[in-house]
């Protein structure tokens, strides 16, 4: 079958689609044929070596998050699964023609959601639900700052916490950007690459006292901005490094502003509600009151540049590729 394997580490060029043998499902997996798949950061972070928790040994087929339908049980799996749309995300091979993953990890795909949205709605909303409702535990009023704010997570951040009723900001990275976030519900948007003293316009917004939750998915040198802007009793919560890793934080600084900050993994959290929050994203996103960022689907030739925009902030939205396409 044909796949896209990660043999070394290195940049983008290293992507490459080539035959790898069919995989064959062990106890407790099933195989599934591939409809699409998404670009998830960890793919770049796993591609590049900017990661090892999570990453199986070399070589290994990318793609950690796709759709698909189940066409062979391993052993120990119930019969019912068989022909089941399903989502996955937790386990690499999204890339390959054909997949195995473990038949408790993947998420059934509901009437009412198609294919590509299938492919997609499930880690970036679940993240976006979860940061807010379960961890931030967001309230009424709250005023929401949101890094990448024209990324998938941020669009559904946005969108989410608008319906709780939150005031939200945005920080991009071009004027494209800031329009399209304004689109998905951001109240006000602001081009840090324009506007270095961003915290400042974040205190102005906010006659003064900063924000109460944010997000922020970029770290690097930069972060201790966040602590400008951040209101009393605030948290800040981060959900990844694309831009290296966040200098050590000052805990005596915390103490005096009653401030926490945080970090996240989507797993952890579902653990905790034991998927209570699905009706509501489901039936939301059905809806169309929440709006998935989804661009159209690439062939999965296009993964070098992919990877290559998305690692240079070009990207808006979600990027997803043809794999098998509607199965």
């Not at 929050?277 to 998935?292: A, N």
């Amino acid at each position: 079958m044909r796949a896209v394997v990660i043999r070394e580490n290195g940049g983008p060029e290293t992507l490459k689609v080539s035959e790898t043998p069919m995989p064959e499902p062990g106890e407790g997996q099933v195989r599934i044929k591939v409809a699409y798949c998404a670009l998830n950061p960890l793919d770049t972070h796993s591609r590049a070596g900017r990661i090892k928790w999570g990453v199986p040994p070399m070589p290994f087929t990318s793609g950690y998050e796709y759709s698909g339908r189940i066409e062979k049980l391993g052993p120990g799996v119930d019969a019912g699964l068989m022909g089941k749309r399903v989502a996955s995300a937790g386990t690499w091979g999204g890339t390959g023609e054909y997949s195995v993953a473990p038949a408790k990890s993947l998420v059934q795909i509901p009437d009412g959601i198609n294919w590509q949205l299938g492919t997609v709605y499930y880690t970036s909303t679940l993240t976006a639900w979860h940061m807010l409702h379960t961890m931030a535990r967001m309230n009424k009023g709250d005023v929401i700052l949101i890094h990448s704010a024209a990324g998938a997570v941020g669009v559904m951040t946005a969108q989410i916490a608008k319906v709780a009723g939150g005031t939200v900001i945005g920080l991009v990275g071009s004027e494209s950007k800031a329009a399209y976030a304004k689109g998905y519900g951001c109240d006000h948007v602001i081009n840090e690459k324009d506007d270095a003293e961003w915290p400042k316009k974040v205190k102005d917004l906010t006659n003064g006292r900063g924000a109460d939750i944010i997000i922020d998915g970029n770290a690097g040198p930069a972060a201790p901005k966040n602590f400008a802007c951040l209101a009393p009793l605030g948290q800040i919560i981060y959900i990844g490094a694309m831009a290296g890793p966040a200098p050590d934080v000052n805990i005596s600084m915390l103490i005096g502003g009653s401030q926490g900050v945080r970090g996240f993994v989507m797993y952890h959290a579902m653990a905790k509600t034991k998927g209570a929050e699905f009706k509501e994203i489901h039936d939301k996103l059905i809806s169309g009151q929440w709006r998935f960022p989804l661009n159209p689907a690439r062939p999965l030739s296009d993964i070098a540049q992919a990877h290559d925009d998305f690692e240079n902030r070009r990207t808006m939205g979600r990027t997803i590729f043809t794999i098998g396409g509607e199965v």
